[in-house]
């Protein structure tokens, strides 16, 4: 398959043109970055979005890969001087790397076998006269007799016709066809099953001691549950197939003369090829599909709920103090201003001894008077409770004179963040102890800034994240962190290395080069001044510049996605308009050009550009500095405390979504343990995959449907009554 063929393909696949794969494909061969793409280049993909342009690359990368690997088998049968233009054509014309293997197995260099072991015994005839079927007069033990050699240790007829069926097996074994009869049949009618191995406590596994399930039908986080199960020792897991249908399957194909002597012998070969060479090699090959399939599944589901809450809405201008509950060493304090800077911290102890409450309270209020502290920020962590209950109380005693709320915050990752390279950077004075509180109250300031200094993995929305694909998750989450921080754009003067090494076209390394510039030459007043940054060549510019802000700044242009490759063509739109003031006449940018009556097309000619560049522009100049995030419904703040014993079944509750998972959505109502709003509970018709109607940062509505004080669960339903 050449390229534009494999273009052609995808394009087909994936329902796009050709002339946009193509050109997309050419793009990323030139080294620019997905969001880059996706952002500034609509004209020449046909306007594609980012999941369609990783698609593209995703899948072309698996067609070169497979042209790759197609070149290597064919030079390796043709040095084997076995390769005949037929099975070339075969091998040429495949679309899976499956496929392709399969063909490869018989000419695949292998170990020692008993299939290699009789051969070397001068047995192979016999096993083409097997093969063949063609013989219906005398008995396979006298044609067998003929092959006893002692010098070859063949001493009795037995042991020839053991040999035979041996060489035989392994070559059913690797009969493409036969394979794929092996591999539909499994796939269509085998079950996953699994039983009780060893337990010698309860564990999170019993559903799974004696279960069965389609392999067609068996859902992701099953297959991920039973893996783990497996893994643990807990479970003993296998495949269950029809076998008596699928030899029979396999007997019509091979054996076509039933008047042969030598059909018991080859039904013999073909029952022991089964079992003992192809049955395990398809397990292994459908489990690891399955467990790919619902990696994926998983990893998407985990990257799609990463997004969701790296991409929450900010708490702009607000004073806010961050508390990282705890017994043993105390609660740890801490107060940011409204742009994250830490003023002051402290340890608490807002639990009993009751003297040491009233300290705790004492110490919270003063800070909060000194500070005019605006919002608490609560951790849910070990104390978390405590901590609400005090600070509650503490609210209720300052109104009305004061007005105070708080919120519990996912501290997930904060003590990851604590002990990490960045925060000893950051906060190379203080314990690592007191990095958390600071971390807590900044993820509520800005989600996104903070977050991106911990391992996605590590931020709490997540099931099966540590048991799938390390290195798959790795390069997901990386392109979900990329996309949530250049489909929010960067302030160039106020971001962290942790956050600018994400912008599309940045390292670590450059981003660690323009803070050092920064805080030798002060802030950037314009984005061409960036080019002076050392190691940010015009390529570098050229990707990163759009994703970056510089508010009141020289032109009014740097605080918009707008690219300063298009800057020539707005200030002509701009002229052509009589707008001068970007930040203040921006929005009436449609306004005027209705009023001057352009034709379209002449006007995008004039300019230079494409119509989707054009509409970006307009976007942008009528919501300069707009944050996307700004239009996502505002986290839910609290002056009074919610007990799980204060819950009663029937009782309307607003919540937030903290997880989606599989089978439903974890909600925070405010009390310490998340419900949980089952996949049947979440609306009226039937809901297939739980992020269709929700999302990690969502504000629901719920109604608690169960409690169960002793194991600490709620049942919530979002179904209108």
Excluded at 193 to 215: C, G, N
Excluded at 235 to 243: F, G, I, N, R, T
């Amino acid at each position: 398959m050449n390229e534009l063929d494999m273009l052609s393909l995808v394009a087909e696949e994936l329902n796009l043109k050709t002339i946009q794969v193509k050109n997309t494909i050419d793009l990323l061969d030139d080294g620019n970055t997905v969001p880059f793409i996706a952002r500034y280049r609509k004209e020449v993909t046909g306007s594609m979005d980012e999941n369609q342009i990783r698609a593209v690359e995703e899948r072309m990368h698996y067609l070169r890969a497979l042209e790759s690997r197609k070149e290597t088998i064919l030079k390796s049968i043709a040095e084997q001087d076995k390769l005949t233009p037929e099975l070339e054509a075969k091998i040429k014309a495949v679309t899976k790397l499956q496929e392709l293997e399969d063909l490869y197995l018989p000419f695949k260099p292998k170990k020692r076998t008993r299939a290699t072991i009789a051969k070397e015994k001068g047995l192979e005839p016999l096993a083409e006269l097997i093969w063949n079927q063609e013989q219906t007069s005398g008995s396979p033990e006298d044609v067998a007799a003929e092959f006893i050699n002692a010098e070859k240790e063949v001493n009795t007829v037995e042991e020839a016709l053991t040999g035979a069926r041996d060489i035989l097996a392994e070559r059913i074994s690797d009969d493409a066809d036969i394979r794929k009869i092996v591999r539909e049949q499994t796939r269509k009618k085998g079950l996953l099953r699994s039983d009780l191995k060893k337990a010698e406590e309860r564990t999170p596994y019993e559903m799974y001691y004696d279960f069965s399930e389609t392999i067609r039908n068996i859902p992701p986080h099953r297959i991920l549950a039973i893996n783990r199960g497996e893994t643990e020792g807990v479970l003993k897991v296998h495949v269950d197939v029809p076998e008596d249908q699928i030899i029979e399957l396999m007997e019509r194909q091979i054996i076509h003369n039933k008047s042969s002597i030598f059909t018991d012998q080859l039904f013999q070969a073909l029952q022991d090829s089964y079992r003992r060479l192809i049955a395990p090699s398809i397990e292994r090959e459908i489990r690891n599909e399955l467990t790919e399939a619902a990696d994926a599944h998983a990893i998407n589901i985990f990257a799609e709920n990463v997004k969701n809450l790296l991409l929450q809405p900010p708490v702009r201008g607000k004073i806010i103090m961050g508390i990282d509950p705890g017994f043993r060493t105390g609660s740890k304090v801490a107060v940011i201003d409204a742009t994250g800077k830490y003023l002051e911290g402290n340890t608490i102890y807002p639990h009993p001894p009751q003297k040491k409450y009233f300290e705790a309270k004492s110490v919270v209020r003063g800070m909060v008077e000194k500070y005019n502290v605006d919002i608490i920020a609560i951790g849910n962590g070990t104390a978390s409770r405590e901590t609400e209950q005090m600070v509650a109380e503490l609210i209720g005693e300052m109104k009305p004179e004061r007005e105070v709320h708080y919120i519990i915050v996912n501290e997930a990752g904060a003590s990851v963040y604590s002990a990490s390279k960045v925060a000893q950077e950051e906060f190379p004075d203080l314990e690592a102890s007191m990095r958390g509180n600071i971390s807590i109250a900044r993820r509520l300031l800005d989600p996104l800034a903070e977050l991106v200094k911990i391992d996605p993995k590590s931020i709490g929305v997540g099931l099966y994240q540590h048991d799938v694909n390390q290195r798959q998750l790795a390069v997901t989450l990386k392109q979900v962190v990329e996309s949530a921080v250049n489909n929010v754009g960067v302030n160039l003067n106020t971001a962290s290395a942790s956050l600018l090494k994400h912008v599309s076209g940045f390292t670590s390394r450059t981003a660690a080069a323009v803070v050092a510039y920064r805080d030798a030459h002060g802030v950037f007043k314009n984005r061409e001044e960036l080019k002076e940054v050392p190691g940010v060549g015009a390529i570098a510019f050229q990707q990163a510049a759009g994703f970056l802000r510089i508010p009141h700044g020289d032109n009014p242009l740097d605080n918009t996605a707008i690219h300063p490759e298009s800057y020539a063509a707005t200030e002509k739109l701009l002229k052509k308009t009589g707008i001068t003031n970007v930040a203040e006449q921006g929005a009436l940018v449609r306004k005027k050009l209705k009023e001057v009556n352009l034709e379209l097309n002449a006007l995008l000619d004039e300019l230079g550009i494409g119509e989707p560049t054009f509409n970006d522009i307009l976007d942008n100049l009528e919501k300069p500095g707009l944050d996307p995030r700004d239009e996502l419904p505002k986290p839910i703040l609290k002056s009074e405390v919610l007990k799980m014993e204060d819950l009663k079944e029937g009782m309307v509750l607003n919540g937030t979504v903290r997880n989606v998972v599989d089978f439903g959505a974890f909600v925070d109502i405010g009390v310490k343990q998340d419900g949980l709003v089952h996949v049947s509970q979440m609306a009226k018709k039937y809901v297939k995959n739980p992020t269709e109607v929700v999302s990690v940062g969502d504000v629901v509505e719920v109604r608690v449907v169960s409690i169960d004080l002793e194991r600490g669960r709620i049942g919530l339903s979002m179904k209108k009554e």
